[in-house]
Each structure stands twice: as C-alpha cells, then as structure tokens.
C-alpha cells in the first residue's frame, strides 16, 4: 500500500510558492497596519544614558517611539522568556527590557509609524547617549576563561597515555568562524490586533506552538487570545527555533497602539541574532602502524553569550563513528559580549565533525593508508559512547557506493599528483553522521464524503517538504489520491507537534498522520458492519485496509465498502479524528543517520581559485519517503557545506565587537557559479526497529562531512593543510 511513500513527489506546495499564493509573515496585511523601524545599539557592551526620541516623534506620521522608559509591561522572570528550545542555564534576551547593552546591534528603540519609509527615516533621528564599558568579543582571547560543561559522550579507557604510546599520532587545531543563517526571508512578524485583546502572530518562526506560548507568557496572555501561523517559511536553517526579538517588538507595539504592527528586521539586523557559533575543534587520534584506532581526544571550544550556555554536541560523533578503545570528549564555553549563538543547520556536528574528519584525514596521510580504508579499519557496529548497537547502520554502503559512483579507486594519493591543465585536482572524502530525532506529534483528519481528505498538524514546513510527505503518508493511509489530500500546517490552533528541527519532522509528523489514519480507518470499519449484509461483517480491525476510496479486507479485497457508501449509510458528511502519537522512551538501539562525502576540487595553482567541481554524498537514512525532496535536502546540505569550507565568515572588528560584514554582499555564500555537480546516493537502509515506517529524516545529514571532504581534498590537491574555515585562496598561496 506504498503507491506514494518512496516516490520522487513534486511539491504540493510548489504552484503556491512559484505564483506568489504562499504568503510569508511580512506579506500579511490588515486595516490601519503601523509599520515598525528597529534601532540597534552601536556599543558592544554597556548602558543607555540617555536615548532622546523627541525629533523622531516630531515626524508627521510617527506614532510612538517605544524604548526600555516606556514601553508596555513584559513579564520579569527568566523563565517566562524560556521558549521550548531556549538554554537551560541562563536569562533569555528580552528587547526593551532595560537599559543594559549585551550585544552590539541589540534593539533598544522601535519607531512606530503609518508608512515604513516614516518609520525607517525617523529611526535615524535617535539620539543615543551610552555608557560604554570593555567588551570581547574574541573567542582566542577568552579561550582561556572557557569552562566545561556537561555532554552526554563519556569518556573510555586513557585517551592520553593511549595516545603517547600510539606508534602514529596526529593532534592539532581546527576552526570555524561565526557564521550566520542568512535565509533568503527576513525575520519578519505582523501581529494583527483582532480587538478585545487577541491577536493574530504572523511569524516567521520555525515551531508557531513555541512562539505562541512563548507570547502568552512574556505578555501575560491567555492562550486563546494569541494564534500564531507560520505557514510558510523563506529559510530557517535553525535561525527560527526559537522566537527571534521581531516578535516580541511587533507585539509590544500592538500593545501599545492597540493596532496592527508589523517589523521586519534589514538584512544587517538580522546579524545581531543568533548565529553558528565559532568553536576551536582540538582533535588527538592515535593509532597502530596498521591503521589501527587506538585513542581520539576531542575537545571543542565554542562561543556563547554572557546571558545564556549555548552549548551542543560537537565532541561525542568519534564515539559514534569509530572504533576506539580510547576516548575522551571535552566541550568548553567561553562567555564573550555577543549575542547568544543558536541552532544551525547540524549545530555541533557540521562544526565538529570538521574537525574530526580532517584529523582522521591527517592520519591517513601520517599512515600511507587509503582514507577510505582507515575509516573501515575502526568501523563500528555499535555506538561506542553508549555502548548499544544502531537500529541501523549501512554507512559500510555509503563509502562503497560512494566511492564507486565518484571513481576514488583512481585516485593517485600523492598531493599535487593530479591535474587538470593549469588547474590542480584534489579528491578528498569524509564521514556524515547526524541523529534520527523523532518527537511526539498529534494530527487532524478530515475525511469527507466525495473521498477528500484534510490532514492538519501544527508542524511548520521549513521549506523541507513537509506538506508534500505527509500528502503522501495520508493518502497512502487513507487510500486515496494525493491530489484528494489538502494539507495544512504552520497554526497554533492545529494540532500540537514540536518546532520543525533536529531533522526530526518527518518520522514525528508522518507517524501522527499514520496513527490518526488508523482512527479513522477503525470507524469506518465500525461504521461498514452496521450496513445490513455487510461483506465486513466479521472482518476486525486488524484484517482491512484503505485503498481506492474503500475499506477492503486485506486477504479478498472483493470484500470492500466504499466511504461514499459508509458515509451514506451512517448519514454523516464527515469523520473527524485527532491522534497524538508517541514513539516510546527505548534507549536500547542508538538512531543515527550516516554519510560518506567524496569532492572533487579544481584549483588554479597561480590564482588560488577554488572549484568544487564534483561532490557524491551517499547518504543512509533508513526509509526516504520522498527521493525527489530528500535529495533537495542533500543538495542543499552539499552547498551549506561549500559555503562553510571555502565562503563564509561572519568578520567582527573586536575593537567595536561589532559585526563587519553584516551584508549578503561582504559576507559570501556560495552562487550558482560555484555549484557544479552535485549527486546524490540514498542507500537502501531498511530499519524495522526506529519506527513502524523506518524514517530517519534527512536534512541536516546533508551539511555533515562536506566541509572536512573540501578541505581534504584541497590537501590532496596542494599539498597545503588549511585548519581555519572558510579555506581562502590567500590561506593557499600562502
Ligand atoms: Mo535545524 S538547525 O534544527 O533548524
């Protein structure tokens, strides 16, 4: 009953995106809308002396001018400001609090007006007085004060007297920069005053139940007062896990004026939310003269706020991928005057497997050993950090396919062996891995007479395709044609499901869809006995199915009703069913997802230039509901990943702790012209034991491994280890 699980599916939502159907939160209008212009401290660190708005509020069509002096009343406990996925240690950010300055381009001012071009002009007749104390914003600096906290992956055996008597070693330092989420739309919220109270959030938000609550409480409002709706989303990449300050402000204007608000952040604002945060991976692996895994130290040093302990799992994926009698992991924070970092695309891993994967590249070299054959060598049937074998692990199938369809057996090892005319060829490869996440989720179906079905959830769909597999999970369920499924997403009021993260949506959503499919399947089962003479009379629940608009037995599908005629028969026009499915709390098997990354880079001996010119990532994440948008989600991962190794770098000035390149012009992400072949591989990876449909979820996997395989692949090319992202053609020549 798989007619649409597993097939490349378009987007059901691609006509509404390509038309201009889909509206995005700043596209939302309503009566009397007041626009709002966000001002943003030029100081790092320190207080508002004085902030004078009079010849703002002297502009013809301003409203108000809201600062920390007047603005409405926000709740004062830390935890009030806590969404679902806020840091457990520390004091969220609130804008307009008080006069403190934590971040250079905190809000401090929100200019009200009945046309944005007033609100935009009068924002710069603030006059801002502050004062000014020292700040650092230099994780090299503060390397030093970093202090440890808590990670799950245990240490095992003594990495570093392991690692002495290691016949061959490698140990050095990896970096990633700051990076920031850059998604094509701006944070963006229109809150619509419905009077008496309600509103109506139009966020940009990746999870609309999170921001909802998180209104509610900071605002003091009952939670049928504030619907938020995210249904659509111009790129998240984690920057909208949590609610960003645009809805805050927004709110507080509405609040204020008693109006329809709305903010949108510029593209330089969007710079003083949270980001990737820069992170110092420190790796030492040992091993026999054979190739032999023998001891890996990991420890990672990454930037978080003064405010809040943003930390996430850089170290642990060593123990997840390999074979070491010896580990030990170690992950520090060091507190600098910034704004707190946040989740993006693969948090700790895409960073710390960097790390991890150059090192164990670094000791193929030192051994004279195939890359491919040193990560076999240590391979590992089980999770070594928990000790407890996988639900699935076909990453042995990864680095085979891969490596056929990429052609590694021809690869010379000898940098600076291979060429292509005045151009340098380096292949490198690396290992992916990421986890397999599932969440509860509830979801609504509605099925109607002339075999329609609306499924609902309050899921977002980040642009990953949400919409699309779960249209195919319901009417693989139900028996119908996906063209008779409508889908919808991205309320509040929809039925409860987690913020859309972690890569876990599709196995959490696509099973609260399947469960709510069974309910609905056991009373039209119910329904079909009471028809006199019925062929399922005796039929139970577990014996029939859905397909072609009927209810059918599974052993003699001529034993079949159709809903039409249950419908009918028990006189009703609809059946509703709302289920919340749970996946358990078995901590027996370790769920991961697994990759291999073979690159091609082509670089210009004279000018440094640098081309990924061929990337094959085989990816194994158990059953892929969608080969066509899974395989979007690899390709995208594949470019975040050359965006990573040779692009991106948030610059800060530390003099001013100030961000200097916080533009889509200075701060680069990789073009069209940067992006040449791309194939992806999903290796059958059947999975009975993760979940009743054996999803994994992809996304986030896709990122994974890239950034090491470039950067080892330039190796191969030059002869030149580059340890700092983004890898420049300067850091070549040089
Ligand atoms: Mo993702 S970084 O969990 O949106």
């Known amino acids: 009953m798989a007619a649409y699980i597993g097939t490349p599916t378009s987007r059901v939502d691609g006509r509404a995106k390509v038309t201009g159907e889909a509206k995005y939160a700043a596209e939302f209008n309503s009566d009397g809308l007041v626009y709002g212009a966000i001002v943003t401290s030029t100081i790092a660190k320190g207080r508002i002396k004085r902030l004078d708005a009079s010849a703002a509020k002297r502009v013809d069509g301003v409203l108000d001018v809201l600062t920390h002096e007047n603005r409405p009343h926000m709740a004062d406990a830390d935890q009030a400001w806590k969404d679902d996925v806020a840091p457990e240690k520390g004091s969220p950010f609130r804008p307009l609090y008080d006069d403190g300055i934590r971040f250079s381009r905190q809000p401090i001012a929100l200019v009200l007006a009945r046309e944005w071009e007033i609100a935009v002009f009068a924002a710069t007749l603030l006059d801002v007085e502050y004062a000014s104390e020292a700040h650092v914003t230099d994780l090299y600096a503060e390397r030093d004060k970093a202090f440890v906290v808590e990670k799950p992956a245990k240490p095992r055996g003594d990495a570093p007297r392991a690692y002495a008597a ?19 739309e701006l944070f963006a919220a229109t809150v619509v005053w419905e009077g008496g109270g309600k509103l109506t959030v139009y966020d940009k938000t990746q999870g609309v139940q999170n921001v909802q609550r998180y209104v509610c409480s900071a605002f003091n409002k009952k939670p049928e007062d504030v619907r938020v709706v995210s249904a659509f989303m111009g790129g998240g990449f984690g920057a909208g896990l949590r609610p960003q300050y645009e809805v805050a402000l927004a709110v507080l204007g509405a609040l ?4 329809s608000v709305r903010v949108v952040l510029s593209r330089a604002q969007m710079y003083g939310l949270g980001y990737r945060p820069a992170t110092i991976e420190r790796l030492a692996v040992g091993a026999s003269k054979d190739g032999t895994l023998n001891a890996m130290t990991h420890e990672a040093t990454a930037v978080t706020s003064e405010y809040e302990d943003f930390s996430r799992n850089d170290t642990g994926w060593g123990g997840v991928l390999y074979n070491s009698p010896n580990v030990n992991f170690v992950h520090r924070l060091a507190r600098l005057d910034v704004s707190t970092p946040c989740d993006m695309r693969a948090p700790g891993a895409a960073t710390g497997v960097y790390g991890l994967e150059s090192a164990m590249d670094e000791l193929a070299v030192a051994l004279k050993l195939d890359p491919v054959e040193l990560r076999l060598k240590s391979y590992s049937d089980r999770d070594r950090n928990e000790d407890r074998p996988y639900t699935s692990k076909q990453l042995r199938e990864c680095y085979a396919q891969g490596a056929a369809a990429f052609g590694w057996s021809r690869r010379n090892p000898e940098p600076r062996s291979m060429r292509d005319g005045k151009e340098l060829v380096g292949w490198g490869m690396a290992s992916g891995v990421w986890e397999a996440l599932q969440m509860p989720a509830a979801a609504r179906i509605v099925l109607t007479a002339n075999g329609h079905a609306d499924v609902s959830c309050a899921a977002s769909d980040i642009g990953t395709g949400t919409y699309t597999i ?17 889908v919808k997403l991205g309320d509040s009021t929809l039925p409860d499901a987690p913020v859309e993260g972690g890569s876990w949506m599709a196995a959490s959503a696509s099973h609260a869809v399947i469960a709510t499919a069974e309910e609905v399947r056991t009373e039209l089962l119910a329904a079909a006995k009471t028809i006199e003479n019925s062929p399922l009379a005796d039929a139970k629940a577990e014996d029939v199915v859905l397909a072609d608009g009927k209810i059918m037995s599974k052993h003699d599908q001529s034993r079949a009703v159709s809903i039409t005629d249950i419908m009918r028969h028990s006189g009703a026009d609809r059946i509703l069913k709302e289920k919340k499915h749970e996946f358990g709390e078995d901590s027996s098997h370790a769920r991961n997802t697994h990759s291999a990354v073979f690159v091609e880079v082509k670089i210009d001996e004279e000018l ?16 892929i509901l969608n080969t066509k948008t899974a395989a979007s989600q690899i390709i995208g991962g594949v470019v975040w990943g050359i965006g990573m190794a040779l692009h991106e770098e948030t610059v800060f000035d530390h003099r001013f702790g100030r961000i200097m390149n ?17 194939k992806v591989i999903f290796v059958d990876e059947p999975d009975e034991k993760i979940n009743k449909l054996g999803v994994k979820g992809v996304g986030e996997i896709g990122i994974v491994g890239v950034p090491a395989a470039i950067a080892n692949a330039v190796y191969h090319a030059t002869g030149t280890r580059v340890r700092d992202l983004p890898i420049t053609l300067d850091k070549v020549l040089g």
């Open 662 to 678: 916080a533009n889509i012009a200075e701060y680069h992400v990789p073009v069209n012209a940067d992006i040449h072949d791309i």
């Open 470 to 486: 779960l249209a195919q999970v319901a009417a693989d369920a139900l028996g119908l044609p996906i063209e008779n499924i409508s």
């Open 256 to 259: 204020a004026l008693q109006r």
């Open 608 to 623: 440094g230039i640098i081309r990924v010119t061929r990337v094959v990532s085989a990816v194994a994440a158990g059953r």
């Open 166 to 184: 290691s016949e061959v070693r490698h140990e050095d330092e990896y970096f990633v920069p700051v990076e920031h989420h850059n998604p094509m």
